[in-house]
Structures are given as C-alpha cells and as structure tokens.
C-alpha cells in the first residue's frame, strides 16, 4: 500500500515570492503522482500530474513539479506567487489504478 | 469545459436518518468514486464504480454505504443511519480510464447532528 507524507501543513509566503512544497511517498511499486489545488469553498482541482516520462512535469497556473524517484519525492513549485494561489494544496499517489491516497494538505497563504 | 457536479452542497441531517448525497459525472467518463474528507483529516477513498458494479470498497465503506447509478447520468452514494462520524465533505469523482487522473466535484457537507 502506497502512503504520502506533506512535511508542511502551513506555508506563509509574501506575494511574488517563490513557493515549494514538499511530498514524499512510499510504494513498493510504480506509481502516479498528481497534485490538487482546493481553493476556499471549492472541490478539487488537479494542477498536475506525473505518469511517466520527463520527471519535470509543468501545470496549471505557472506550478511545475519534479519526479525524484531515488528521494521518492516530488515536490511543487512556482517561482512567483499570487494572491490568488491562497488554497490547500494535496499531494497524491496512485499505483496505476484509480485508487488516490491523499497527503495531509498543505495550507498556503500568500501576504500582499 | 465538462465538469462534475454535485447537490447537495450542504446537507444537515439527524443521527439515524437516511442520506442520499448526488452525483452527475463527466458524461463520457466510465469509473465514479466517492471520497470523503473529515474536518482537518486527510482525503479518504470510500469506493470505485465501474460496469454497474463496485470495483473496490475501502473499510470505511461498511454496509451503512450503498451506490447505485439510477440512470445514465447520476450517481449516488447512500447512507443508510447516519452516525455522528458521517459528518464530512464527500467528493465524487469520475474518470475516463484507470490511470488515476480523477475529476472531483466541488463536494457535498455532509453534517450529522
């Protein structure tokens, strides 16, 4: 069974500053690894998603993530924050099934 | 663009009562879930639906919970007695395929007094 571990449940940052969130998972096999944005009163939404191929994987609204599969990582970045990047942002793995198993969330909240 | 919808967005209801959260899926997509999320708790996968039957049931997912697909567009999940412990977001979720790039719902609040 696969696990995922969000080492931070709260990011402050000011506004134009970079961002990065950390995830790390476990799983004896192959996975998918996405990321999901939830915005204030909102569902899910996927920023993006690595399935194979090229381990930099570039999203929505400027995030890129990078595969680490020796660090079984990957973490999400943006190199300039918004206002409007305020949300919970879940990291998720699946094991080439349909299955997700969601991290704790990371809570981002960008200051003017 | 198509997306999932769900109603209702909140529901209150009392310990014991029958719940009936709904679900209109992407109309091409083939495999429906619902997950659920606790306040302040992680996402947790309830079920998986595909071909008229479930795919796979977590242990959350005890004989309280039911699903069907009624029609061709919706899906439902039922709670049969609501316990204090039900009180969550439940998201459904559709996909075209198994690769696990699921399409949520903005959630239905589930609040059981």
Redesign the interface.
């Known amino acids: 069974a696969q696990s995922v571990t969000q080492l931070d449940s709260q990011v402050p940052v000011f506004e134009e500053a970079p961002v990065e969130l950390r995830c790390n998972y476990s799983s004896s096999v192959s996975v998918y690894l996405f990321w999901y944005v939830q915005y204030p009163n909102q569902g899910l939404q996927l920023l993006l998603k690595y399935l194979s191929g090229s381990t930099l994987v570039k999203g929505i609204n400027g995030f890129e993530a990078e595969f680490n599969k020796s660090q079984t990582s990957f973490h999400l970045r943006k190199p300039s924050v918004h206002i409007s990047d305020t949300a919970e942002y879940f990291c998720a793995v699946s094991e080439r099934d349909y299955k997700l198993s969601f991290g704790a969330g990371t809570t981002v909240t960008v200051r003017a | 663009e198509p997306e999932?919808t769900?109603t209702p967005s909140h529901q209150v209801t009392q310990m014991g009562q029958e719940v009936i959260l709904r679900c209109v899926p992407i109309s091409n997509h083939l495999?429906f879930?619902w997950?659920r999320q606790i306040l302040g708790?992680?996402?947790?996968?309830l079920v998986?639906f595909y071909n008229n039957e479930i795919?796979?049931k977590s242990e959350i997912f005890d004989d309280q919970f039911s699903v069907e697909r009624p029609d061709g567009s919706n899906f439902t999940l039922k709670i049969r007695s609501t316990k204090l412990e039900d009180s969550a977001m439940y998201?459904c979720?559709s996909?075209v395929d198994?690769?696990?790039?699921?399409?949520?719902?903005?959630?239905s609040r589930l609040t059981v007094l």
């Open positions: 999932v769900q495999y879930y997950y708790q992680k996402v947790e996968f998986s795919s796979e998201f979720a996909s198994r690769t696990g790039e699921l399409f949520f719902g903005e959630g």
